[in-house]
Every structure is written in structure tokens, then in C-alpha cells.
């Protein structure tokens, strides 16, 4: 709600001017929910005439809910009803340091999130490999030498890879307008918000065609290309493990230094140092899961003949198979360690409230509450709403002892009953006074003493006896799961009325079966006094820059998974497409297609096993490090990794189903035809 006070008072961000009384601006999101048959409730909240939109510089996102309404009701910031005065917009605020664990999450959560990415550029520039080498040996035919042949394929290279980070570009450009329309929880993004730096997306766009070039280089080392054709080396030379360790053991190197915890200090180093030893874990698996498959395919004989066939062909080329698996291991090895740290950080930033829902749902607090606004009518407003089975609430003030110390405790008047929800009152009647303990067992009065209340001018406040008669009761925690630190007073021994600063508290206990209850109650809070608190009780409350980051790791993950199936379909197709000849062939013979489509599956599945295999235990071995790292115990989920894990694979069996209809197509006589 604003108020103008003068001619030149300023417009917040993204308005023309301030809503004059009995008007408001509203976001477009909200007034797309006004006009719907969703806003009919809140439309009763928010009554006011719209006479314009705020514009994106006022908005933190397009699905941000808020509005701008104008009124001439406020108070000045002296009186106990006043407002806050404003004079300008636009003071930036400071940017919170992340905590050192929170500043770790986010980097790991790069590292992990951008790994499988450059692991699958890497593989799709080894697509249509035995083409290549094809056209490379026709090439020796009519006179290339060898430097030659490898400068063509470099060029080759060079003008995809050139070509695809084009499109890229052009897509982002294409669909960043589709940005606007997606919204994870509360977090939503202007299309011109969701812009690259210059610098790295300079980067993206040397690196991406250089390291191409450099995979197809290093491609060319284990195949002969000569004029006649092309002999392949991969299945003599066994692959070496001792160099495929290194960067594994790089990255131990790294992260054991820091087991004793990060550095509180500022500007520390610690985070990145931890990150880049991720990256080296994470790489380590691109390195030794060639030669795991080799190892492993080599020993396995017999079976039935899909199965044979499938052997056969990771015995040929088993390096493919697992550079294309590669993407998935790293994906599924950097979650399982981002999740173990996540779910430490969780563990940090959430907080049981102490909440019993079982009592009450929704507490509604007015503070100060208006002079003639009474507690009783406050309640019965309440009880009377559409959705509320039951509802209690209490009128307080602060107080201390004439003459004594100065800590400060509370006086709460209310009803036997709703005083109820704050001691075990035993018998009750109007008149009595009940004093249960306060803050760390003491308490905070006895019968007889002289209590002050706090609120109101020093010339006038309240002074109140506790009676003779005033019990001792045990304590109960409120429903949001508050202690009470109070002296409880029926009607009867202190009028509300002579509460100098009264706040109403309320407990309202809703019916499950009413969907609209809680709005509901928030426009009977409104109809009180808008400036009523309506809050829903939860059990658990979380640190909100970490629920932040949740949500951003969240779209993150959405994104590479995406990634990941899209970049596999790719592969397991264009690996069909190169053995069209072969499948051709096969069928001739006689080879049943259910047997092939079958092979097909096993040439997925074995290799996506044992990189599973590796990701499960580098991903443990990682968490396990980083939480030593982040000083959190060392407590692993094994049902959220057998989770992750699954959602691999099952990522891996869809995309292999996929690629069927394409295998079918495959299969077809026409594929024997050469030229």
C-alpha cells in the first residue's frame, strides 16, 4: 500500500507514477490470476481497480505475484499504526556471502553440471568415425599423404563444429524467449536476464571448435588410413591403465588437504581447490571406463546368440560404446556426490519449528491491533469462516516488574480455553490468573508483585497486581511451537482494555476437505484490518538462500538430463547408421530382427552396468571426501544413490528404445546396395 506526500514523490521501478486511492498496479501474472476463475478469492484481498502493469524492471521475474496499491489511509512512521517512509527506489541491497558450505555446493554443482557437457562433445565428434576413415582412405587413393589425410579430417571437424556452435548460438537466441514461460516453484527469469558473460561465451565459442579438432586428431592415432583401406588398431594394443589413474589420483591429491575442513575465512580458496579436485574425480572416470569395458567384454564367451552378437561387437569397438556412456557416468557420479553434500547443507539450513499441526494450521497475528478491534471479535470472525472448524486467540502486551529488573515478559488475556493452548491449565473460570514457568524454568512473577505494561507513553501506562490467588500451572508449548514466557490472565482479573499496546494472536485449526480454507481465512484477516499476518504453520522452516539454490540446482539438473538423453539418442543412432551394412547383412542370413533388436539392448546395457558400477563408487568416494571437506558427518543416502542410479539407467533403456524404430528401418534389404 503507498501514499503519495507530495507532487514529487518518486515511482517504484518498473511504474510511470504512484496508484492514486482505490487503484493498483499489478504484475502480469497476477493480473492474469485476477482475471481468472482461480482469483476469485483473492480478488476479495485485493479489491482495488488495475489501472496499469508493472514493467520487468520492477519484477524479479515474470511469475512474480505483486502489486502497487494506492491509499490515503497511512499513518505517519511516529504514530503505532504508522507506515515507512520512502523516499527513493533503488537502494541496491548487499549481496549476502554465502556460507563456506553453501559456497562449496555451488561450486560443485558447475563442475557437475557442466562435465557431462564437454564429455559429450567429446564423443559426438567421434560420430561417423568409420565413414570418415573411409573417405580419408579414398583420399590416400589418389594421392594424399598422411598429413594431408589428418589436415582434411581436422577441417572437417573444424566446419562442424563451427557450423553446430552457430546453431547453437542461434537456438539460444530462438528459444530464450521460452524462458519467461517456465517457472520452477517461485523462480522464473526475464528472457534478457538469461544472457552469457561476453568473455565465457568468447570461450565457448574458441574452445568448443578447438578441442573438436583435438578428439578427431587423437581419434586418427589408432587407425591406419591407407589407399586400400582401413586397418584398425584398437584390438591389439590393449589399453594401459596406469595413465588412465592419474587424474583420479590428481584429484585425491587435491581434496585430502582439506578433510579437516574448509577455511571461515574470507576470499579463501578452499571451494575452488575442492571443485577442481571434483573435476579430476569426475574425469578420472572418462579415462578408466574404456579399459574397464575392455577388460570385462574380453572375458565374456558364450550365451545366447543376441547376446554373442553383442560381445562380439564391444569386443570390436568397446571404446565407442564407452566414450558414448562416458556422459551418463559422469552425470550420474557428480549427482550422487552434489546430492550427499546437498543433503548435508539441507540438514544445516533446516530447522524443526516444533509445530503441532494437530492443534492448529494458521496463525493470524494483528500488531498493535486498533483500539476498538476487541480479541473476542477477532476470534469470532474467525470461527465464522468458510473452512475453519475451530479457532482460539488471545490479546497481549509486555510487561515487567515496578521497581525490579528490567527483562520483560508478556501478559496474555484470554479465555479459559484459549488460554489453554499455552499451559495445562487444570480447572479454570473466569477471574483466575495462572503463572507457568517462563524461559529456562524461572518465573517470571508471583502473586502480589506490581507489573508495569510496556506499551504506550511512560506517562500512561497500565500498572497491574498479580492476585493473591494466582496458580502455578506447567507449561505447553503454542501450536506454532513457541515457549511461553508469560503470565496468563483470564477477563475477569484484567480487562483487555487496559492492555496499553495490544497484539491479537489467533490459532485457527482448518478443515482438511476445504481447499480454500487458508484463503478463506486471509480475507477474513484482511477484512479485520489489512494489516493482519496470515501465516501457514509448517514443521520444518529452511534458510531461504538455500532453498535459492536448491531451486537453481534443480532447473540445472533438468537441463542436463535433457542433455543426456537427447546427446544418446544421437549416438545409439548414428552408431546404428554405421552398420547398416552389417545388420543388412545378417538379416539376409536369416538373423531374426527381435534377435538383433535384442543384441542392440545388450551393447546398452553392459557397458552402461559397469559405468554405473564406477559412477556409484566415485560418487560415494567424492561425497564421502566432501563432507569431510564441509565438516558434516559422514552419512551416505544409499536410497537416493540406488535412486539416481535407476533414473541412469532408465534414462539409457529409453533412449534404446527409441532408437528401435530407426533399427527397423536398418534391417531393410536396401541396405546391401553399395556403390
Known amino acids: 500500500d503507498m501514499q503519495r506526500e507530495g507532487p514529487d514523490a518518486p515511482a517504484p521501478p518498473g511504474t510511470r507514477g504512484l496508484p492514486v486511492p482505490g487503484t493498483m498496479l499489478v504484475s502480469p501474472k497476477l493480473r492474469d490470476l485476477l482475471d481468472s476463475d482461480r482469483g476469485a478469492l483473492l480478488r476479495e484481498r ?37 507506515a515507512q517512509r520512502v523516499d527513493h527506489f533503488g537502494d541496491g541491497a548487499q549481496a549476502q556471502r554465502l556460507s563456506p558450505l553453501l559456497s562449496l555446493l555451488v561450486a560443485i554443482a558447475v563442475i557437475v553440471l557442466l562435465l557431462p557437457v564437454a564429455v559429450f562433445i567429446t564423443a559426438a565428434v567421434r560420430f561417423g568415425g568409420e565413414d570418415r576413415d573411409r573417405r580419408l582412405a579414398a583420399l590416400r587413393l589418389v594421392g594424399a599423404d598422411r598429413a594431408m589425410a589428418a589436415r582434411v579430417a581436422a577441417g572437417e571437424t573444424l566446419f562442424g563444429a563451427a557450423v553446430g556452435v552457430a546453431v547453437g548460438g542461434v537456438l539460444f537466441v530462438g528459444l530464450r524467449p521460452l524462458v519467461e514461460r517456465v517457472s520452477l516453484a517461485d523462480l522464473s527469469f526475464f528472457a534478457t536476464d538469461v544472457r552469457p558473460s561476453a568473455l565465457l561465451g568468447a570461450l565457448i565459442v574458441v574452445a568448443v571448435p578447438v578441442a573438436a579438432v583435438l578428439v578427431s586428431l587423437l581419434a586418427l592415432r589408432r587407425v591406419v588410413i591407407e589407399p586400400l583401406g582401413v586397418v584398425r588398431r584398437a584390438a591389439d594394443a590393449r589399453r594401459r591403465l596406469w595413465w588412465r589413474i592419474i587424474p583420479a589420483v590428481a584429484g585425491l591429491a587435491l581434496l585430502l588437504p582439506l578433510r579437516h575442513g574448509l577455511s571461515t575465512s574470507g576470499g579463501s580458496s578452499d571451494e575452488y581447490q575442492a571443485a577442481v579436485g571434483v573435476f579430476f574425480g569426475l574425469v578420472g572416470i572418462t579415462a578408466v571406463l574404456p579399459w574397464l569395458v575392455e577388460v570385462v567384454v574380453r572375458r565374456l564367451r558364450g550365451g545366447p546368440l543376441s547376446w554373442q552378437l553383442a560381445m562380439r561387437r564391444l569386443q570390436m569397438d568397446g571404446g565407442t560404446a564407452a566414450r558414448v556412456v562416458s556422459g551418463i557416468a559422469v552425470a550420474v557420479a557428480g549427482a550422487i556426490a552434489l546430492q550427499t553434500l546437498f543433503t548435508a547443507a539441507e540438514r544445516g539450513a533446516t530447522n524443526t519449528t516444533g509445530a503441532d499441526l494437530s492443534r492448529a494450521q494458521v496463525s493470524v497475528t494483528l500488531s498493535p491491533a486498533p483500539p476498538t478491534l476487541r480479541s473476542d ?55 483466575d490468573v495462572f503463572l507457568p514457568p517462563g524461559y529456562h524454568g524461572k518465573q517470571v512473577a508471583k502473586a502480589g508483585d506490581r507489573l508495569v505494561m510496556l506499551g504506550g507513553s511512560r506517562q500512561r501506562r497500565e500498572q497491574w497486581t ?43 485449526r482448518l478443515d482438511p476437505t476445504n481447499p480454500d480454507a487458508l484463503d478463506q481465512v486471509r480475507n477474513s484477516g484482511v477484512r479485520l484490518d489489512p494489516r493482519a499476518s496470515v501465516s501457514e504453520l509448517q514443521t520444518t522452516s529452511q534458510d531461504r538462500t538455500f532453498a535459492n539454490v536448491r531451486r537453481g540446482l534443480f532447473a540445472g539438473a533438468v537441463g542436463v538430463l535433457l542433455l543426456i538423453g537427447a546427446s544418446l539418442l544421437v549416438g545409439a543412432i548414428e552408431q546404428l547408421r554405421e ?16 534377435t538383433l533388436a535384442t543384441s542392440v539392448l545388450w551393447q546398452a546395457l553392459v557397458p552402461v552396468a559397469l559405468g554405473l558400477l564406477v559412477a556409484v563408487v566415485v560418487g560415494a568416494s567424492l561425497g564421502a571426501l566432501l563432507l569431510s571437506v564441509a565438516s558434516q558427518p559422514v552419512i551416505l543416502d544409499w536410497a537416493t544413490i540406488a535412486a539416481m542410479v535407476g533414473a541412469g539407467g532408465a534414462v539409457v533403456l529409453i533412449v534404446t528404445l527409441l532408437s528401435i524404430p530407426a533399427l527397423w528401418r536398418l534391417m531393410r534389404p536396401d541396405g546391401l546396395r553399395t556403390e
Open 466 to 508: 498479580v492476585p493473591a490467588d494466582a496458580r502455578f500451572v506447567r507449561a505447553r508449548p503454542d501450536p506454532r511451537g513457541g515457549p511461553v514466557n508469560a503470565v496468563l490472565v483470564t477477563p475477569g482479573a484484567l480487562a483487555e482494555s487496559r492492555l496499553s499496546s495490544r497484539t491479537i494472536e489467533a490459532f485457527v
Open 579 to 594: 552398420r547398416r551394412r552389417v545388420l543388412a547383412v545378417l538379416v539376409a542370413f536369416g538373423t531374426r530382427r527381435t
Open 46 to 82: 485485493l479489491d482495488a481497480r488495475v489501472v496499469g502493469v508493472i514493467g520487468a524492471a520492477g519484477l524479479r521475474g515474470p511469475a512474480e505475484l505483486t502489486f502497487y496499491r494506492g491509499t490515503d489511509r497511512l499513518r505517519p512512521p511516529g504514530d503505532a499504526f504508522g
Open 377 to 431: 471479535q477477532f476470534v469470532t470472525t474467525l470461527r465464522d469462516t468458510p473452512g475453519v472448524r475451530a479457532a482460539s486467540g488471545v490479546a497481549r502486551d509486555s510487561a515487567k516488574h515496578r521497581g525490579g529488573p528490567d527483562d520483560a515478559f508478556d501478559v496474555y488475556v484470554g479465555t479459559c480455553s484459549a488460554l489453554s493452548e499455552y499451559a495445562r491449565l487444570g480447572r479454570c473460570r473466569d477471574g
